[in-house]
């Protein structure tokens, strides 16, 4: 372009020459646009010659090619392995170059695809490890050699597995409660309707399994909504201390019997952070709420802010039975509870952790849990300052830290 504009210019000063002596406007429209045209030719030429005189690259060795390729590639000659690229040696040892393709990668399902090279993919499991799963691909080409292409589908298999368990748990979770309801409407239905004592404990405990169902599906949709926002970066601009105190104020005035043990500080000046208001505001209930739900009666529940090196904390501790160390590493995952039917008599859903996980991960910062049977427990959420570099401060680490699923 940077030839073209001066020459465009003349070729306009050109054009209003033409029109000031002329006085009509067919000459100067036509200097306009051979003055384009010129320029244009003339740009094109000078910038096609250089670029075809380059030289064509030399292509690189097969085998170099293929050890780029992130599959696991084997090329087979008459049923023997006669290339292995990297990924596959990695996978299936180096010994394989030479072997039967069928003594290479045992399995049926491999035989049977080898023996029909249609370029089909077939599911495999247990290559390379147990719990491996692959998709692999035979295909023949012109020249009688046949390519095996083994794709690596482990991290997919293992998200669909848990995609599957997840709607069975949910199911399952929200099928209790219901069938409690209808159960208790039919035999109001019945003869116990009449009697208005009974009637009334019947209506208690269905409202009781109403609001858990409405519980539920409320974390559902959080948790649901914070998933599809993941790759969007919160961009409010959010006082933790203030939040945190509008939290602590709702918290102590709901009725609840720990109201009271609920205490809140804000140590020193804490700038404001960039962050999803309603989000956060989620977050300090669910981990406050879970301090007062497992700390012991009457003991204090604190929840502090305070900067630290990389960035600011959120720092809630209880004093209660604490969680046995096996425990730490799954309580992000959803539904999973160290005693079910001690969450579930408190009000728990069992997606309150999974629910402060993925808040974590979205605004870039780290998650840790630290506890000691028969002392308490502590959660710690740090978030990176926005004048941090790079801001994001990576999965959670260290002794006792849970950031998994
Ligand atoms: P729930 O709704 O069951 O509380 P969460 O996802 O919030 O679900 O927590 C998962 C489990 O982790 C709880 O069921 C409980 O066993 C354990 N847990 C969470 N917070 C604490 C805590 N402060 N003290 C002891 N156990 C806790």
């Not at 690229?85 to 491999?110: F, K, S, Y």
């Not at 309801?181 to 003869?191: A, F, M, R, S």
């Not at 300090?284 to 204090?300: Q, S």
């Not at 570099?389 to 002794?399: M, R």
Request: hydrophobic share 45%.
């Amino acid at each position: 372009m940077r030839g073209i504009l001066p020459a465009i210019g003349t070729a306009l000063g050109a054009a209003a020459c033409v029109f000031v002596v002329d006085g009509r406007w067919e000459g100067p429209a036509i200097a306009l646009v051979g003055g384009i045209a010129a320029a244009l030719l003339a740009r094109g030429w000078d910038e096609t010659v250089p670029s075809a005189a380059l030289p064509a690259p030399a292509a690189p060795p097969l085998d170099e090619v293929l050890d780029a390729v992130g599959d696991a590639v084997l090329l087979v000659d008459r049923g023997r392995v006669v290339l292995a690229n990297r990924a596959a040696r990695d996978v299936l040892g180096a010994h394989v170059v030479g072997e039967d393709a069928r003594v290479a990668i045992r399995h049926p399902a491999a035989a049977a695809a080898l023996a029909q090279p249609d370029g089909r993919p077939v599911d495999l499991v247990g290559i390379g490890a147990r719990d491996r799963h692959w998709a692999m691909r035979v295909a023949g080409t012109s020249g009688g050699l046949v390519v095996i292409d083994l794709h690596d589908r482990t991290e997919h298999a293992a998200a669909e597995r848990m995609r599957v368990d997840f709607v069975a748990n949910a199911s399952h979770e929200l099928r209790t409660p219901l069938a409690s309801i209808l159960g208790y409407i039919e035999t109001l239905d019945d003869e116990a309707g009449e009697e208005p004592a009974l009637r009334r404990r019947f209506l208690t405990i269905m409202m009781a399994e109403a609001q858990r169902m409405q519980r539920l599906v409320e974390d559902l949709i959080s948790l649901s909504r914070i998933e599809a926002d993941k790759f969007r970066l919160p961009d409010q601009s959010v006082d933790l201390g203030m939040l945190m105190a509008e939290v602590c104020a709702e918290l102590r005035g709901s009725g609840s019997p720990r109201a009271m043990d609920v205490e809140c500080a804000t140590a020193g000046e804490v700038p404001p952070i960039a962050g999803d208001r309603a989000q956060l505001s989620q977050l300090f209930h669910n981990l406050i709420g879970n301090a007062m739900k497992y700390g012991r009666a009457a003991t204090p529940v604190v929840a502090r802010i305070e900067r630290v090196t990389a960035g600011i904390s959120i720092v809630v501790t209880d004093q209660g039975d604490g969680i046995a160390s096996e425990h730490l590493p799954r309580l992000t995952e959803r539904f999973y509870r160290v005693d079910p039917g001690r969450s579930r008599s408190l009000g728990g859903t069992g997606l309150g952790l999974a629910i402060v996980k993925h808040i974590v991960e979205r605004h870039r910062g780290r998650l840790d849990i630290a506890s000691r049977p028969g002392i308490g427990t502590t959660v710690t959420v740090t978030l990176p300052h926005p004048a941090t570099p790079g801001a994001g401060l990576g999965a959670g680490s260290g002794a006792g830290a849970v950031i998994k699923e």
